[in-house]
């Protein structure tokens, strides 16, 4: 099996094991600071718990030696995990997950700004083309049963946080941020831990609790994976087919109808950052055989 193989089944079952996640938040009958406790506390101490019995603290170690940029990676990571949790539970999960994918768009906005990286023209047509489609989404927030605009706003701000993160761990990006996951979930579950009721969750549901901590756990280990075989533009096709699937999952299941702006305003996100994506792979294999030894050249 070659790499690139390898990178695309491990990243394709890290993306599904993260689609059903926003329908464990409906399904858990808590409030959604307790719901985000448990949430971040199993995945984050599962995930701490594979490395250590992987590779020991030297991770932890290497997390500790990126300064501030651990620090901007841990926050983000821990503050999307809760925003996501509270967004879920004041919007629907179509308007959410349209929002998140918005992501690549903030993390080219402050690669420009904090590392001054060129904000090339595919990426200034994808921003032009995915605003609009966020603003409809906003608009149709007003008029769609179970929607809303605050829950909208936080969508956008799991969006930032998470680019943050990324855009930090870029200018480490020598070191492994996966520790970074662990601790920023272990972090994130302490935060709202006095505003949260732990023991509220019915017996019943325990299992579903678990259930979704350990769909996370298997997400954040999968994609922590197969990145690493795969370009960026491989990746971004993947994790848009979330996009797509989990708003089929909550209108199959709990017939959560996403409403005709949210699918509108969604299809406009989706296929402008579906076409950015393929744009950017295309480049990338042509320079990669732009780049490759030909049969008669020398390859030093």
């Known amino acids: ?53 992987r590779k020991g603290a030297t991770p932890f170690a290497a997390l500790s030696r990126t300064g501030r940029y651990g620090v ?18 004041l919007t629907s999960v179509a308007n959410v997950v349209f929002i998140i994918a918005s992501l690549p768009v903030f993390a080219a906005i402050f690669s420009k700004v904090f590392l001054g990286e060129r904000f090339s023209p595919r990426m200034m047509m994808t ?5 609009p489609g966020l603003a409809v989404i906003a608009y149709g927030s007003g ?22 993160a990324l855009t930090a ?10 520790p970074g996951v662990a601790v920023g979930y272990l972090l994130g579950a302490v935060a709202v831990l006095p505003f949260a009721a732990p023991f509220s969750v019915p017996s019943g549901q325990v299992a579903l609790v678990l259930a979704h901590a350990g769909f996370i756990l298997a997400s954040s280990v999968l994609l922590a994976q197969g990145p690493r075989y795969i370009t960026s533009a491989e990746v971004g096709l993947l994790v848009l087919l979330e996009s797509v699937l989990a708003p089929l999952l909550a209108w199959m299941v709990i017939d959560e109808n996403p409403g005709a702006h949210a699918v509108l305003g969604g299809m406009i996100v989706i296929g402008a950052l579906l076409v950015s994506n393929i744009v950017a792979l295309r480049r990338e294999r042509r320079r990669r055989a732009t780049a490759a030894p030909g049969p008669f050249r020398n390859p030093r």
């Open 1 to 53: 099996m070659s790499d690139q193989l390898r990178g695309l089944i491990i990243t394709f079952f890290g993306v599904l094991f993260v689609v059903p996640d926003s329908l464990f938040v409906r399904l858990i009958d808590a409030d959604a600071l307790t719901i985000a406790f448990w949430r971040l506390l199993l995945a984050g101490g599962g995930t701490a718990v594979w490395l250590l019995l």
């Open 72 to 89: 901007i990676y841990v926050a983000g990571v821990g503050a999307s995990g809760v925003f996501f949790v509270v967004a879920v539970s």
């Open 127 to 131: 921003c032009a083309a995915v605003l």
């Open 143 to 164: 008029e769609t049963e179970g929607a809303s605009l605050k829950g909208d706003l936080l969508a956008l701000g799991v969006s930032a946080c998470f680019a943050a």
């Open 169 to 178: 761990a870029r200018r480490v990006r020598n070191t492994s941020m996966v």
